[in-house]
């Protein structure tokens, strides 16, 4: 899994750096095959904006962006918010009773 945290017009400090580090150290628990987590982190007018781009294999990349006026709680917000959609991923992919239209069987009359 390959991470990237950028920083545009903000000074990115080893906490935070960790802070994003651990929470994504976290996302491993929902077994999906994450290839790249990329964060962005803006300074806006009014606050800060934080994107996280997921890349997983085999399904669309899950687009998180949150505006706070507090760095930390934006930050734990989109973590909230990625987590959820990995989670909903996960139970996609692994929920037994949804089936295809390619695996019903066709009866014979």
Do not use: W
Not at 77 to 90: G, M, N, P, Q
């Amino acid at each position: 899994m390959n991470l990237q945290i950028r920083a545009k017009d903000l000074t990115l400090t080893d906490a935070t750096k960790a802070h994003i580090e651990s929470a994504v150290e976290a996302f491993r628990k929902y077994s999906l095959d994450i290839t790249s987590i990329n964060c962005h982190l803006n300074a806006q007018k009014k606050g800060v904006e934080v994107e996280f781009e997921v890349r997983v294999a085999h399904a669309e990349p899950i687009i998180i962006t949150q505006t706070d006026d507090v760095l930390d709680a934006a930050i734990d917000i989109s973590i909230d918010r990625v987590e959820k959609a990995l989670r909903r991923l996960h139970d996609k992919l692994t929920d037994h009773n949804n089936s295809s239209i390619k695996e019903l069987e066709t009866l014979d009359a």
